[in-house]
Each structure stands twice: as C-alpha cells, then as structure tokens.
C-alpha cells in the first residue's frame, strides 16, 4: 500500500494511468464532438451560410474537463484509495497488550474492545504470541504469552473495574521477561505508577499507546451546604460543555427513577459544581448521582448518611426556665444537630405526625403519649432519652420506652455532698456502636441515673462509666431502637455535652449527619459489611457475601481490588465509598517523548474506491447529457425525459402526519369502533367484520348506532374521536412508534377503552406461552396500564345492558380487567361491592370476539362458533358481552350505582 | 423438407404486389373523399354554345337548318324557335407534382404527430383537384406528355398511376410546361427548393402561350422552423448537397430569412406571369390547400 498523506492505494501502479491524462486531453480537444447527419431539403438555403461563432472546431474546454475528471476518477478509484488507511504494524515477536482497566476506561470500553480486538486479530494473522494484563486487576505473575485467538476468544469476559491501578504497581512482577512490544490502553489519566511502568516497559521494546481523546470526566462525593448538595465535578482537561448530572433515586412507589437534573456548564474549566437545592423529602431519597450519559464508576457519586437530612424532634419537659439558655436541656442538642438536621422543637402530640427521624427527648418523665410514641418506634423511629432531675425522679417501673428499668433517684458522684471524684468513661466496647471513638480526658461525670441490675444489662449498655455502671444503654423495639444517656443533655450532671465525643456519639446513632468525608478517626473501630458494589460501569449491584472492612480502611484506602467502591454498612450506618479517591486530582496521562501515540481521534479507515468509481459514472453521465445537449440531440422527448428524471430524483416534501379532515369529521360525527392493523390482511380483514357485526347487533338492539368501524392509523389518528379500539395481537403485530404510544396512553387516561385480543383462547394465561402472550407483553409495556385482575363476579361489565357470567367470544377463557381498589366493601344487603368510579381502561383476554362477532356483507355470520345450538348461544353470549363492553364504554359505571338504588327508594318512601 | 427461399421470395414478391396495388386505391380514395368535400360551381360559359343545359329559345332565322327547330315550343306559337343550349367549354387542366427526392422529406416520420411525406401530399391534392375538375367535366391531366388532358372518370386511374410512377432521383426538379396545350392551366405542386431563375424561364415561356395557372409551395414545418441545433451535417435527400455546422441553432434566423425571401421571390414571378403563389405545410389539413386551389383556378371552369 502507498500512503500520501490521509490518501492510501492499495493498488498504486494504477495510478500510472493518470499520466496518460494529458495524452487524452490533447486525443480529445483534437476530436469535437461527432455531428448529427441530417437529410433535409432546405440545405439549398442553406448553403453559402457561415456559423456565427466563431469557435474552434474542437471539444468545449468544459466538456473535456469533465471527461477527464471521469477518467481521473475511475483510475483512483480502480487504484483502491483509502481515507485514513490503518497502518499495519509491521512488527514481528510477541506483543504485551495492557490495559488500564479502570473506571475511566469503562467510558469508551466498547471502542477499547474493539482496538484490542484489531490488536488481536492482526496479531493472530501475523502469528504473534500475546499476552494481555488489566492493570487495574493485575495477575500475580507475569502472564505467559499465548495465541491471540485464545485470548480474542476470553476478550468478552474483560470488565473494566470500578478503580484506578495501584499506584505502587511492580512493573518487575508484572511484566514478563524477554523482548516484545507493547500496545497500552491508556484511560488517559495521569497516575504517579504510570512512568515507571512506561520505563520498564521500553525497556522490553517498543511502546505503542493508544488513548481516547477528551477528558475524563468524575463526579466526587456530594458535600453537604446547609439545605443544599454540592457535587464537585472533576475533568481531567478543561472542557468546554454543558454536563448534566442527574439525582436519582427511590420514588414513593419505591422505583428508581430521576428525581432531579441540573446542568453544569463548563466553560475552559476542569472544576465545577452541581448545585442542588432540593426539599429534605426528596433529598433524603437519593440515592445517588450520576452524570447522564456516562457509562463509568467514575461518573456516578453514591450517597450514605452524610447527605441525609434527618428531621430530630427536639422535646423538652414542660417549663424551660426562661432567660437561662446555657441551663436549657436541649441547648447543646441544638447546636450539635442543626448544622446537619432539621430539627422540630415542639411538643410530643405536636411532632408526632411529621413522623421525625429521631425523636429526642431530654429528661421527660412520663409521656402522656405513650402508647403513639411506642408505635412510631416500633415503625423503625429513634428514640433518645437523656435523663435529668425529672426522670430520676419519675421512678419508671416498667417504662417501655426506657432501655432498662431505672432505680429512683439516681446517684450523684464527686459532688460537694459525696466522696470521690467524678466517674470517667470506660473505653468503649467492640461491638458497641461508638467503638474507636477517641475518649478525651477531661470527659467526666458527676451524677447519673442508675439501672437496675438485669440479666440484660450488659449487653444493652454501649458506653459505661470506668466504674461499670452504664451511662448509655439502648434497645431495640420493633424496628427502631430506644437509646438512653444516664446523664442530662445540659451540662448539669457531666460535662460529655460540652465535649467534642458528643457530637460524635450522635452521628455514630445515626442523629446527626456526618461529615461528608470521615477520617480514619470517625470510623475507627467499625467493620462495615459491603452491602452493594459499583461496578466499573456505574451499575449498583448487590454484593456477594464479602468479609467485612475496617472503618478505617474506608476511611483512607483509595478503592482497589480489596475495597471495591459501593455501600457499606453496619447496623446503624451506610457508608458510601465512590469511585474516585477522596482528593483525586484527574490530570491527563504525560507521556516520554518516543513513545507511538495513537489518538482514538484517528479517524476510521474507509476505502473510497466506491466513492470514486461512483464520481467517475456521474461524470460519464453528466458527458452523455452534455454532449447529448452540444449536438443538438437533448431534445423533445429526451429532454423530457431527462427532466422527468431529474424532477423523480428530487427529493419529495415530507407528508404532514395528521388525519385527514374527512376521516375526523367521520370518526367524530358518530360513535365509530376502530381496530388496530396487525399488518395481516386477513385478521384485519375479521376485525373489520367483527366491528361491523357488533355494529349491526347494537343497531338492533339498543339505541347506539354506530357507523361504520375504521381501521385505526396510529400514527396519524387522533383516537379521541374513537369509542372503542379493538387491539387483536398477533405475533407479528408492528410495534406503535413512541408518538403513537404518547397517544394511546393519552386515550387511555382520557377514558378511552382498548380491548386487546391474543385470539389464542388464553392458552397464555397472560403469561409468555404463546407468541401473541408474549407479544401482548412486548406491546403493552410502554402502556399505563394499571394493575389488572381476572373480571370478578361483580364487575360492572357483567351487567351493564345483559346480566352475563361469561364473556366469551369464538373461545370461552377469563379476561383481565383493571382490579378494584383494594378498599372496596361489599355494602350490606347489596349484591355488589362499591366499585371503582370509571371504565376499566383494558380489557385483556384471548377469545377471538372479532370472529365471533364478524358477519358478512348480507349479515350472515362468518366463522362457525362452537357446535350446533350451544354454539349459536355462544355467539349470542358474545354478541351480548359486546353489547355490555360498548355500554360500559358509553355509560362508565352507571349500572354499578344501581347498588344505591334500594337506599334511594327507601329514602323516596319517606 | 423443401426449400424455404422460393417461399420467402414469392411471399415478398406478392407483399410487394399487395402494397403497390392497395396504394393506388388508397390515393384514389382519399382523394375522392377530399373532393367530396368541394362544392363545384357550374360550368356554363353564359352564352349560347354547345352544351347539355337549356340555355334559351329564340326565333329561328333564316339559314338555321331545319333539324334545330324546337317543334314542340314552335307548336305554341305561330314563329319558329330554335331551342339553344349553353356553351360548355372544357377546360384542360394539367397537373405538376415535383417527383424530386426532395419531396420525399418528412419531419417527423413516426410517432404521435407524424406527418406524411411532402410527395404524398403534393400527389393527394393533385389527385384531389383532379377528381374534382374531372367531376366538373374538365379534361385533367398531367403536363408530361404520358397523361394529356382527357375528360372521364377513366382518366382518374391513368392520372393516379402516372402519379405514382413518376418519381425523379434528382434532389431537385423544375416543371417542364412545354408540351401544355395553349390555354390550359396548371397546378405546380414543389416545394420550390430548386434554383427560381430556371422556374421564372418557364413560367414566362408559358405565360407566352397563354398558359396560366398556380404555384403551390408544399413545406414540411420542420423546413419553415428549421427545429435542429448543435454540430450537424445536412444533407440533402439524395446526397447531392451538403453543408455543416457547428451550431445549427444559430442559423435558424437566417433560414428563416432565406426561406421568406425565396417565398416572396416565387410570389414576384408568379405574379408576373399571372399566376397564383401559395404555400402549404404538411401538418396543416390538406383540405385547407385544396380550397385555396380551387378558388384559386375557380374562375378557370367557371
């Protein structure tokens, strides 16, 4: 192959030709075009007439031009031009192909397959050994060079992993020995590994990277602004783009789905923010964010606690005494909760139906409430109690809302009144849920309230004094758990509120948010258990039983093979670990000077000979019109014909896609059925008849009269104007565009009715036994369609004109309507429950009516039903169930308030 | 098996046979059909003469020969009248359709909007004429000395076979009237591309004798439009001109120009000798010409 520039030949001797070009120039200025021969009789009149032109009796300079443009054109293109011809490596001996493998490379993975794919593949016809590492998940020894054909045939099983390489990589143990080359699928960031393995890697023989163009982008861990969500977003170059980060998580419904969107414009920068300010009911749902349109760990930042936003009930007992803020029991909760907590200072009966988070109550006595307290626990509140003069004094027997039962009085120790010194903490337990919280010195405590001794004591107490008596004991209730301090929540009885362990203390419980980026010291002493992994595409799934981690590991340790990014939990807390390291600057990877850079920009290789050849014909097409026209012969009906040509190869105005006004004026002048085409001549062909026989039947024997069905043209109809759509749904059934699916659900919601048919006398059972079952599933997805449920006796649809029990058509199976609500009651003395109001928007079922309903031109039935005289009441009963089906369209739930009409008579009585 | 050659030849041979003589009826027909369509006026000279129609009675005079008495109008009275029958005088009308291979030009042979050949409608109006004047009485015939001038529905055969036969494989042709009877009129039916000088002897030779008669110039639209553009080589019909251009469309007012000239020329000479110049174009209806014709010789059989 001959390369010139972006230009190679594979043929490049041919296009020696083009030196024959000038040869045909002058070959061809030489020769004008041929003349026509004409006999006509009028020359005598002609002669002795000179031309006005005085034009050299040789070929138009355009006209040879073009010939030669044909010419050139065909000899490129039989010289075999490609634009951006792939350079073929001419190398022999094994090749080492590595791979980042991170979460940064999962972005433009399948362009990375596809490169080690052509690595492989020339690499298998060159018969070149190949070895390929993932350095992200590196191999404890160097790989062993094998045959690319099995390593192409393992490719699909390479996943890009949710973490960057290690930064201390040995290139010694990671790289096999002898010479080869190396091909590198870099991610295009920067790491401080990346040098030396560079280094050692020319040490082996060439190095050949390849890597995508435009930078990296990330998303770092949300930080918390008060009310609002800073995402940092990081790119690895300044970009210039609007990115858009969406916030998802759970709706009510408890589906993930979007929850809010904010566009971040980045003009030259390689820092900006997303800022979302959203109300604490949503914020507290997501889950985690995400910059659409990313397919990388990177790009998705999950939430834990520290961006929830609890809301804590702050309760003080009856009387604050005024003006005495520092004495006030809840005045250092306050300033621990509400930087990271919305907090709610009002009474018990007043808090409850916020339905708090946490409810904390500071030296309450006796709740009145106690009862509506103990249920919001059990629903998994948080209940914390601090003691104080008040609970001392209650004398709590068996308070359920106490952790353990209390002695009366409590104790007071290093007070003027006692001897000792004031009590200090214990070092916290393991299991206990403040383990490797750090215990100041100065913490001590002067008065408590005591337990009473129980077998259970020891194991709810999570803190104790350095004496043993517990100073915080918790239990669980339900879901939710109640905590009580043995102290005030004021600086009265001890001096932990003024501490900096109390603040901890809350966030451990869960209380109080914790900072967006715990140190080592916040976490110490706890295993988190992986609950859910990020994968190295951003998806969360459901971790396979791993062992435990160190909260301190979390807290510092980059993510890697042994901390794979993604939730991590214990009993009290969620801890989200992402992608990107805390504090990870994403830099674009630097490489030494002689290495290959092989850009992904590189544009694709594309021959060109078609392009060529195909000029070449337009230009020889182009020479017949143009010599055509030069001689005189581009006339009549050539020219006519030529320019009906060029009038067919115009390109023709699209169609407006509306309903023509005819049709509407039609469909809306009456009530007028429609069915859905299958695209089988022959099932529309029944559907039409079916419609047509229901027509007749209504005609006959009610007062809707309706003209003539239609065939529904989704995609321009407006079916509004339609009473009823009958869907009959075959295997092969075309799938509604998505504007026609925004339609049908329009119809739906606007109480329209579509009665789906899979004509297979539900052998499916809605299931996916059939084809038609299957694709009824396949068409229905993109419906609203609500919960459904096999008809129930009382259904409205059993008796809105005829009383039926069955609804059968050609076949006799159940159908699917709309279920009732779940909190409809049978009245009593009525024969039928208090329905739902409206039409039931699908009926769903699988008895071929169009069949049993289709008559033919002269009103004769068209298809058998059953056999004999029970096979003519079955087409009666159909006939009827289509009568109740249009009458329930038309009437809505009429009959079912026939249900009032014994209280209406009775009233009337009177 | 036999020989298939002696079945092709005679089945060509009688083809040939076939279309020779289904073209004569062919003409005749279309001519009559087009003559048909001619009111002929009468034929009397206004005056006594021999003839078939009454003319008037008048007294006998002295010399008139018994045998002429009207005896059955002299019985009414007591005179003798002599019953007197309009002069019906023939008139000799010869016929010149140009056989030049020039003649045989047609613009557009097929199609939609064919048109015959300039030959055949020169021989359908000559032949039509004929038909007519022949109904009126007059001798017709053709200026060549193989048809003279003879009355009688047998003529229109002979005329129609000499039509036919007569074809020349010159480009161009001039009429030759010196065999024409004194008195007689001729109808000239070319296209007149031939040189005017030779047609001005002849027609002044011929107004000599008291010949008058018409000119009808018979054109192809395609000859009056000159319709051609690009690089051509015209030819005439028979070869013997040629003439090349590189851009036919350029010279089509010229054409033109020359074409209207040499038309005002031939109406000059005809003028002159006292004859009548028209012009006729193939896609026009041949019944149009033939009007013109007959007005134009009406006053000669009328």
């Known amino acids: 192959m001959m390369v010139l520039g972006p230009l190679g030949f594979t043929a490049p001797w041919l296009l020696a030709g083009l030196i024959a070009l000038p040869l045909l120039w002058w070959l061809l200025r030489a020769t004008p075009p041929a003349p026509i021969r004409r006999r006509f009789p009028g020359v005598a009149l002609l002669l002795g007439l000179t031309d006005a032109t005085v034009q050299a009796e040789r070929t138009p300079w355009w006209l040879l031009a073009l010939r030669m443009l044909a010419l050139a054109a065909a000899i490129i293109g039989f010289a075999g031009p490609v634009l ?99 091909l590198w699928l870099s991610d295009g960031l920067d790491r401080t590994s990346r040098a030396a393995l560079a280094r050692a890697v020319q040490a082996h023989g060439r190095l050949k990277v390849w890597q995508p163009a435009g930078p990296v982008l990330a998303l770092d861990a949300a930080t918390v602004d008060g009310a609002r969500l ?21 709706d009510p419904s408890g589906l993930e789905r979007e929850l809010a969107r904010q566009p971040v414009t980045l003009r030259d920068q390689a820092q900006a923010e997303a800022v979302f300010d959203l109300p604490p009911e949503l914020r507290n749902r997501i889950t985690r964010f995400e910059i659409s349109g990313l397919r990388s760990a990177g790009a998705v930042s999950l939430t834990d606690d520290a961006q929830k936003r609890r809301k804590v009930a702050l309760i003080a007992p009856g009387s604050a005494r005024e003006g005495l803020e520092l004495l006030s029991p809840t005045h250092y909760l306050h300033q621990a909760l509400a930087p990271s907590a919305d907090l709610i200072e009002a009474t018990l009966a007043d808090a409850l139906p916020v339905k708090p988070d946490v409810i904390i109550l500071a030296d309450v006595g006796e709740v009145a409430e106690t009862a509506d307290l103990l249920a919001w626990v059990e629903r998994g509140g948080m209940l914390i109690r601090f003691a104080g003069p008040r609970l001392a004094a209650a004398g709590t027997g068996d308070d359920p809302l106490l952790p353990v039962r209390l002695r009366q009085g409590g104790r007071s120790v290093g007070g003027t009144m006692s001897w000792g010194a004031p009590r200090k903490l214990a070092p916290f337990a393991e299991t206990s849920p403040f383990a490797g919280l750090i215990l100041p010195d100065e913490v001590t405590v002067r008065e408590q309230v005591l337990a009473e001794p129980d077998p259970d004591l020891g194991a709810r107490s999570i803190a104790a004094l350095a004496d043993g008596t517990p100073l915080v004991t918790r239990k669980a209730l339900g879901q939710g758990a109640v905590v009580l301090f043995h102290v005030t929540a004021n600086a009265e009885w001890s001096n932990l509120p003024l501490s900096g362990l109390f603040p901890q203390m809350l966030d451990r419980l869960s209380v109080s948010a914790r900072p967006a980026a715990p140190s080592a010291e916040d976490l110490a002493g706890q295993t988190f258990t992986p609950r859910k992994r990020l994968d190295g595409f951003g998806l969360l799934t459901a971790s396979e039983a791993a062992a435990g981690v160190k909260g301190a590991d979390l807290a510092e340790g980059p993510p890697g093979p042994d901390l794979p990014p993604g939730l991590y939990a214990t009993t009290d807390q969620v801890l989200a670990l992402n992608a990107l390291p805390r504090g990870r600057q994403l830099a674009p990877a630097l490489w030494p000077a002689g290495v290959t850079l092989e850009g992904e920009t590189a544009p694709k290789q594309r021959p060109l000979a078609g392009l060529a050849l195909a000029l070449a014909l337009v230009a020889l097409l182009l020479d017949i019109l143009a010599t055509l026209a030069l001689s005189g012969r581009l006339r009549g009906p050539r020219a006519a014909a030529v320019a009906a040509l060029a009038v067919l190869l115009l390109p023709s105005p699209p169609q407006a896609q509306t309903m023509p006004e005819s049709r509407a004026i039609e469909a809306a002048a009456n009530v007028v059925f429609a069915s859905v085409p299958t695209g089988d001549a022959t099932i529309d062909a029944v559907s039409m008849a079916g419609l047509r026989g229901l027509g007749q039947t209504l005609t006959r024997r009610t007062t809707v009269e309706p003209s003539a069905p239609m065939q529904l043209d989704l995609e321009t109809d407006d079916l509004a104007l339609f009473t009823l759509i009958y869907w009959p749904v075959t295997e092969t059934a075309p799938t509604p565009s998505p504007a026609a699916y925004t339609k049908l659900n329009r119809y739906l919601r606007g109480g329209g009715m579509i009665l789906f048919d899979t004509r297979d006398a539900d052998l499916a059972g809605m299931g996916a036994a059939t084809g038609a079952g299957r694709r009824l599933q396949a068409l229905a997805a993109p419906l609203d369609i609500p919960p459904l449920e096999p008809l129930p006796a009382d259904h409205v649809l059993t008796r809105s004109f005829y009383l039926l029990q069955t609804m059968p058509g050609r076949h006799d199976g159940p159908i699917w309507v709309e279920a009732a609500p779940a909190d409809a009651e049978q009245a009593e003395g009525m024969p039928f429950r208090n329905l739902n109001d409206g039409v039931t928007p699908v009926v769903i079922g699988g008895n071929d009516w169009a069949s049993a309903w289709a008559v033919d031109e002269v009103g004769q039935p068209m298809f058998p039903v059953g056999r004999g005289q029970a096979g003519e009441r079955q087409r009666e009963i159909a006939a009827r169930f289509g009568v109740n089906l249009v009458m329930h369209v038309l009437t809505g739930n009429y009959k079912s308030d026939q249900v009032h009409v014994p209280a209406l008579l009775e009233r009337l009585g009177q | 098996m036999s020989d298939p050659l002696p079945d092709a030849a005679a089945r060509d041979l009688r083809r040939a046979a076939e279309a020779e003589a289904a073209a004569l009826p062919a003409l005749l027909i279309a001519a009559e059909h087009l003559a048909n369509t001619m009111q002929m006026g009468g034929h009397g000279r206004r005056r006594a003469g021999a003839g078939e129609e009454f003319w008037q009675y008048r007294p006998a005079h002295s010399g008139d020969a018994a045998r002429f008495v009207d005896w059955r109008r002299s019985a009414r009275s007591d005179t003798q009248f002599i019953r007197e029958r309009e002069a019906q005088l023939a008139q000799s009308l010869c016929l010149w359709v140009d056989p030049a291979a020039s003649m045989r030009f047609t613009g557009a042979e097929t199609g939609r909007k064919a048109r015959p050949e300039k030959l055949s409608r020169a021989r359908l109006l000559a032949l039509a004429l004929a038909i007519s004047a022949l109904r009126a009485g007059e001798r017709v015939g053709l200026t060549s000395p193989l048809a003279p001038p003879r009355p009688g529905k047998a003529q229109l055969l002979t005329l129609a076979q000499a039509l036919l036969a007569e074809t020349s494989a010159l480009d161009y042709a001039a009429p030759d009237l010196s065999a024409v009877a004194p008195q007689a009129r001729v109808v000239v039916l070319s296209d007149f591309f031939t040189d005017p000088a030779g047609l001005e002897t002849v027609l002044s030779g011929a107004a000599g004798r008291g010949v008058s008669g018409v000119l009808l110039q018979v054109l192809d639209p395609a000859e009056e439009e000159f319709p051609y553009d690009g690089r051509t080589v015209f030819t005439s019909m028979a070869g013997g001109l040629r003439f090349e251009t590189r851009e036919a469309g350029d010279l089509r007012a010229r054409y033109r120009a020359r074409l209207a000239e040499r038309r005002d020329h031939l109406a000059r000479i005809a003028r002159q000798s006292g004859w009548a110049f028209a012009s006729h174009h193939t896609g026009a209806p041949a019944q149009a010409a033939l009007l013109w014709l007959h007005g134009a010789l009406g006053g000669g059989w009328r």
């Open chain 1, 230 to 250: 800073n995402l940092p977003l990081h790119a690895s170059a300044p970009v210039n783009r609007v990115v858009e980060v969406a916030a998802l998580g759970a």
């Open chain 1, 84 to 182: 951006h011809p792939a350079k073929l490596d001419p190398a022999r001996g094994p090749l080492l192909i590595l791979e980042d493998g991170s979460w940064a490379s999962a972005a433009s993975w399948p362009r990375r397959i596809e490169r080690l794919t052509r690595a492989l593949t020339e690499a298998a016809a060159a018969g070149r050994p190949v070895a390929l590492i993932s350095l992200a998940d590196p191999p404890p020894a160097p790989p062993p060079f094998t045959e690319a054909r099995d390593l192409l045939a393992s490719l699909p099983g390479l996943q890009p992993q949710a973490w960057e390489p290690s930064i201390d990589l040995d290139p010694a143990r990671l790289l096999p020995d002898g010479s080869y080359d190396t």
